[in-house]
């Protein structure tokens, strides 16, 4: 089972290297991790993907939640959450494949960001599945590189996962 | 007012607000400027030989004393040797703050001179720890450290000091603590407390599982309170030995690999498990699928995280074990003695902890035997192994804070430095270290310290001239093959006590073991006393690794 959750921190250094190594020290495994910093600068927020059943995300929460450092941890349920992850994937495109390619840009509401003779850079923005989907189209033309931000989360309506109260 | 000083006044300014009377330690390079303050003060200060027994020392004295013990080491290679020592503190959940030099803030990163990155490398054994990267962050990061390190689960903190911030200038003022993210529980949820009580209200079996938790709390007077009301038998772990008197009808003794068969038999047969302050240890619940099979699981520990790590638990109560057992108490009326007390009686009459006496060879078990009949009071330490089995069997535990052992981590050469620790903290009691010759020599070198500052405690080594519980092992389960567990000729120890300056005894007989300790307990120096032990002396009964608490080996010596 893969799980979600959102990890609100204080932003100071080593906080990261914390958090990573009690995924690794307790043998837990993270599928993605992704952090930025909240609107107040004083806090990051992290959202952790991790494989693993109940008891595995129970301990997960306890041992973050043990952390000095972190503020919050929530469990993201999957169905009341909206999720999206961006990826920036550079593309073999000829003057043969172009417009294929960018007709599958075009279904899948991505967008070229880059162009030159040889290559196109597509920007997508999506849940996991669509990122994926798009990858796969993608595959058949040459995929040269590809950068993923790994999953952002957050629960819809009026409910916060913040460091206040 | 605020007053200007340099960050190594500071430092010992904050160590005088959190009421350290003593810091064990020993310098180099870069704490020349701490050093030099330390000079100026009225600090009280103890040079260690080796920076792990800075550590261990500190260790023992905040078991004993239940106050934050200090240590203080070098950058490098001073800090990395106190990295055993912390790992000890943290598997054990004691409060500690270790300090450590560091180079200079421009210099880190740079692989200078005894650099080493010790946040990073203690970032899993301790509590928390910091890199001060300013000296005006000085006051708010002790004020910090001492508080993270004595609340909630106690633990070590680290505090790494680079040696420009110790020189630098600061205004100093003690802030407020701030930690959002840091919220000790002091409360128990009371719908739990009362499915609790209802639970060993109704146990036709009930057996309480008592841990170190119960000693830090100071819960110890709860838990007698609520085993007598309820009837309920009670077993500790290696860690809350004394929290429950050993020599009390309702006492099992210790559980576990080690434990006494009517701990275990009963811990099998339970129908509810009252779990306090104690976190399910392997070596205490042999293999996980079998344990307790018959039983409800209540578990009261004031860190959540204990809850569900290794064994499901039906009824979770987070909150410190003072609390949650004053509680827990409003809602237990008496409970009669019934057949499940006759039952346990019956095995404690069957199954006793024993071994067979000899007339020309000392028995371990009866050195302990005789150090408790001496000396009931005495603060127990023990290094690990057969030493430690025997110290925690056959004394009789009737005060918590009076056996120190390493527990979690089982480190070898703790108990001496630990013993020190203890002695400076409780000068009035007598300090025994209960060892063995293998783990003796692990630190051996701080027969120094305890001599040089004056510090009286006793080492009764029982010596049988091998790595006794491993070489055990061998025995029982590799057929014998020893590899590499015989030490040989283990060096005279009563020469070697007194080549340091210390008093060293030996007894080869067991007419000799009672003059032995008379004199040694008499004696008002640092004491060594080499107990010549068989060497095929074995732990009884046992509890094979990974098997379940029902398989449980009475063991012939
Ligand atoms: C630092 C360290 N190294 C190794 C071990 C593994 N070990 C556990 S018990 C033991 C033997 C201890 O021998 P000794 O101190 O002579 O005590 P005895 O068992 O003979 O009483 C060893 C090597 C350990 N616990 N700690």
Not at chain 1, 153 to 165: D, I, L, T, W, Y
Not at chain 2, 356 to 373: L, S
Not at chain 2, 507 to 533: H, N, Y
Request: hydrophobic share 40%; glycine share 8%.
């Amino acid at each position: 089972m893969k799980h979600t959750i959102a990890v609100i921190v204080e932003n100071k250094p080593g906080v990261l290297t914390r958090i990573s190594g009690l995924f690794s020290r307790r043998g837990f495994n993270i599928e993605s991790l992704s952090v930025g910093a909240t609107d107040n600068p004083a806090y990051s927020r992290m959202t952790i993907s991790v494989e693993g059943d109940d008891v595995v995300l129970e301990q997960v929460v306890k041992q973050l939640s043990k952390l000095i450092n972190v503020i919050r941890v929530s469990r993201l349920d999957p169905q009341e959450s909206v999720e999206r992850e961006l990826a920036i994937i550079k593309v073999s495109a000829n003057k043969d494949t172009r417009s294929e390619i960018m007709q599958i840009v075009s279904v899948f509401r991505a967008r070229i960001i880059d162009v030159s003779p040889r290559s196109l850079i597509i920007e997508v923005t999506g849940d996991e599945k669509k990122v994926d989907a798009l990858q796969q189209m993608l595959r058949q033309f040459g995929i040269k590189e590809m950068a993923r931000t790994g999953k952002v989360s957050m629960v819809r309506g009026s409910k916060v996962v913040q460091a206040g109260p | 007012m605020m007053v200007r000083m340099t960050g190594a006044e500071a430092i010992i300014e904050c160590l005088r607000r959190e009421g350290v009377e003593v810091i064990f330690g020993l310098p180099g390079g870069v704490l020349l400027p701490l050093y030099d303050a330390l000079y100026s003060s009225d600090m009280r200060h103890i040079l260690v030989r080796h920076e792990q027994a800075a550590a261990h020392a500190a260790d023992g004295y905040a078991r004993a004393t239940g106050r934050v013990g200090v240590c203080l080491a070098t950058s490098g290679p001073g800090a990395t040797n106190l990295v055993t020592g912390i790992a000890t503190a943290y598997m054990d959940s004691v409060p500690i703050v270790a300090m450590t030099g560091q180079v200079n803030t421009g210099l880190i990163g740079k692989d200078a001179f005894q650099e080493a990155d010790i946040t990073g490398i203690t970032m899993p054994i301790t509590k928390h720890n910091y890199l001060i990267k300013s000296s005006r962050d000085i006051p708010r990061v002790f004020r910090e450290a001492f508080y993270i390190a004595r609340t909630g689960r106690p633990g070590p903190v680290l505090i790494d000091l680079p040696r420009d911030i110790t020189v630098d200038e600061l205004e100093f003022d003690y802030p407020e603590i701030n930690l959002p993210g840091y919220n000790p529980s002091t409360k128990v949820h009371q719908l739990q407390i009362r499915r609790a009580a209802e639970a060993l209200m109704a146990a036709e079996r009930p057996v309480i599982y008592a841990g170190g938790g119960v000693r830090y709390a100071n819960a110890h007077e709860e838990l007698f309170q609520l085993a007598t009301r309820l009837n309920a038998p009670v077993t500790t772990t290696l860690m809350g030995m004394g929290c429950f008197p050993t020599d009390h009808p309702l006492s099992l003794g210790m559980l576990g690999m080690h434990g006494t068969k009517y701990a275990n038999l009963a811990v099998q047969e339970a129908d509810v498990l009252l779990a306090v302050g104690a976190r399910f240890d392997d070596r205490v619940t042999g293999k996980i699928a079998s344990f307790a099979p018959k039983a409800r699981i209540i578990h009261i520990d004031v860190d959540a995280a204990e809850i569900g790590k290794n064994v499901r638990v039906d009824i979770p109560v987070v909150g410190d074990a003072k609390i949650a057992l004053t509680e827990l108490l409003k809602h237990v009326q008496q409970r009669p003695w019934t057949e499940w007390n006759e039952k346990i009686l019956s095995w404690k009459r069957e199954y006793p902890l024993r071994y067979t006496r000899d007339e020309n060879v000392i028995k371990p078990q009866f050195v302990v035997e005789k150090i408790c009949e001496l000396c009931p009071d005495a603060i127990i330490v023990t290094e690990v192994g057969q030493n430690q089995m025997w110290a925690a069997q056959f004394f009789k535990h009737k005060d918590p804070r009076k056996f120190i052992t390493s527990g979690g981590l089982g480190t070898m050469g703790y108990g001496f430095p630990a013993a020190i620790g203890a002695k400076v903290g409780r000068p009035e009691c007598e300090v025994i270290d209960i060892a063995g010759d293998g783990s003796f020599q692990m630190n051996i070198q701080e027969l120094a310290t305890a001599v040089v500052n004056d510090i009286p405690v006793k080492i009764a080594i029982l010596n049988n001239g091998v790595l006794g519980m491993v070489r055990q092992w061998q025995t029982l389960f590799f057929g014998k093959r020893y590899s590499h567990t015989t030490l040989g000729d283990v060096p005279d120890f009563v020469k070697v006590a007194e080549a340091y300056g210390a008093v060293g005894l030996r007894a080869t007989k067991p007419s000799e073991v009672e003059d032995v300790l008379r004199e040694g307990l008499a004696s008002d120096r640092p004491t060594v006393m080499d107990f010549i032990v068989h060497r095929d002396e074995k732990v009884s009964p046992m509890v094979p690794a990974g098997a379940s608490l029902s398989e449980i080996l009475e063991l012939e010596s």
